[in-house]
């Protein structure tokens, strides 16, 4: 654990906060972060939490930073992603074996999860030379309109544990691009990733003498993230969380007249008509609700079965499930990790206990599973729609059966929930398919035939409606939301037209 800690340029000597470019802050008064490994419940190491004083710092820093930052062609400022990426490339495997550890997901999402940084990082050096605006008619003689886009500011990104650096990265390299400075606030529940993040970050910043573009703070969320949502200087907070915080966080916001991007809670579910192909449904749906412990904001919460395929689709499911083999994400062949911690744990036996007092049936899995380290059961449950456990998200491997008879029925069914993140429909049927991709169909963000609902490509905005937040985030051209907006008509004629044919006698 040590080795890998140092290949990822941690030390006792470096675990805080940092303005980016090398100047890490030495509080240790405030308090001290500790870093839990869930596979086996050890500390990790500790991380010294930043005060309101080192928040000043930051700010201020970035503030200096981006009055030179948003001067850069945003070429220049894409050649800078460009090398993130490559420094990305160089530490994929030590980050990945870190996010693992930390974090719990297995060592291949690790992996994964910094190859995402990477190929955001391409698609933000391409998208830095296409930050187009648009030219208009003008109404009047002579003149010329065109829109074009400036930089923000400093940007505040608040990050979850699930995806720890990815969901970073998604912001971070768009918000260089277009200008702005960023300012992290990592999960407490994995601050080492963000430590070692921030060191490679350094290492660019510095070699292309740009320091201050990406900036660490560690804190909890009532002190330094609260800092964060209130201060007028970052005039977008980017947040990644619970339905509940996130409301927290657009209340206070807004009333400063900020901007928001928020990644909220999911309640995702695949639709599995009587043409769908089973073979390919099976694995999508249990590598979407068995996936990261089912700690993604993506992962399957519902399957919505037709009456005519529900008793083959939960066989062959608890035979897909026998075949997950659990335990240390590091070790190779493991297909599940732990839950995070054991707060989680007691959600999950919640959410059971709820499940059967309603009147639902376990059909496989439901328990936590005995010795150390924070790890339960993969859970199928044959379940009603309605029910207060199912419309509420829980962050575990549970995964909820719900028949259907019509198509129409079926859709009533998936979109009969607060949230709206991720969602798909396996079908051979085109006229399904159709109507689920539909304005009549699915009202998430995410819509998808024959694939499962985790996981995102970079090159399309990720995001979701209603309880899920409406941000987008990653590619499209989420970039704008990182600008602002400016229109501007130039008269290059001799003569002033004014309005409703005024004119002054001059």
């Not at 596979?39 to 939490?49: L, Q």
């Not at 969602?423 to 699915?442: D, I, K, P």
């Not at 009202?443 to 990720?462: H, L, P, Q, R, V």
Request: negative net charge; charged residues 20%; proline residues 4%.
């Amino acid at each position: 654990m040590l080795d890998l800690l140092k290949k990822c340029g941690i030390s006792d000597s470096n675990l805080g906060s940092c303005v980016g470019g090398s100047d890490w802050f030495t509080t240790k008064d405030t308090g001290i972060n500790t870093s839990i490994n869930p596979s086996n419940e050890e500390v990790i190491a500790t991380v010294f939490e930043a005060n309101k004083g080192d928040y000043e710092k930051v700010v201020k820093k970035a503030q200096s930073a981006f009055t030179e930052w948003r001067k850069v062609p945003a070429p220049v400022r894409g050649n800078l992603v460009r090398e993130m990426g490559n420094a990305l490339r160089e530490e994929k495997d030590a980050l990945g074996s870190l996010v693992s550890l930390e974090m719990g997901k297995i060592k291949e999402e690790g992996t994964g999860e910094v190859q995402e940084m990477i190929d955001i990082a391409d698609f933000a050096v391409g998208q830095s030379r296409m930050l187009y605006g648009k030219t208009m008619h003008s109404e009047r003689p002579n003149h010329r309109m065109y829109e074009q886009w400036h930089p923000l500011g400093p940007i505040g990104v608040i990050t979850a544990f699930n995806f720890p650096v990815a969901v970073w990265a998604w912001n971070a390299f768009i918000a260089a691009i277009a200008g702005d400075v960023v300012i992290w606030k990592p999960s407490s529940s994995t601050p080492l990733t963000a430590v070692a993040v921030q060191h490679i970050c350094n290492a660019v910043l510095k070699r292309n003498g740009y320091p201050g573009i990406f900036n660490l703070i560690i804190g909890k969320g009532s002190t330094i993230g609260e800092l964060m949502l209130k201060d007028k200087r970052l005039p977008l907070i980017s947040f990644t969380g619970s339905t509940a915080m996130g409301r927290r966080v657009a209340k206070v916001v807004s009333q400063r007249f900020g901007k928001t991007i928020l990644e909220l809670g999911g309640n995702n579910a695949i639709i599995v008509d009587d043409t769908a192909d089973l073979d390919l449904a099976i694995p999508a749906i249990a590598f979407g609700a068995v996936g990261t412990a089912g700690q993604r904001c993506t992962s399957t919460r519902r399957v919505i079965t037709h009456t005519g395929v529900t008793d083959t689709l939960i066989q062959r499911l608890i035979n897909a499930y026998k075949q997950v083999n659990i335990g240390d994400p590091l070790q190779k062949g493991t297909l599940m990790g732990p839950l995070l911690n054991q707060g989680a744990v007691d959600a999950y036996m919640e959410a059971i206990n709820a499940i059967t007092v309603a009147g639902g049936e376990i059909v496989y899995g439901g328990k936590p599973i005995a010795g150390t380290g924070f790890y339960v059961e993969p859970t199928i449950a044959r379940v009603n729609n309605d029910w207060d456990i199912v419309q509420n998200e829980t962050f575990a491997p549970i995964l909820y059966i719900i028949e259907f008879e019509e198509l129409g029925e079926a859709l009533e069914l998936h979109n009969a929930v607060p949230q709206g993140l991720s969602s798909s429909m396996f079908t051979t049927n085109l006229q399904h398919a159709e109507m689920f991709l539909s304005t009549a169909g699915s009202d998430c963000g995410i819509a998808n035939i024959n694939i499962g609902t985790s996981g995102a490509e970079i090159g399309g905005a990720f995001g979701g409606e209603k309880e899920t937040g409406g941000g987008r985030e990653s590619g499209s051209d989420s970039w704008k939301q990182y600008m602002r907006r400016q229109t501007n008509t130039i008269n290059w004629s001799d003569d002033l037209p004014l309005a409703q044919g005024i004119t002054f006698d001059i």
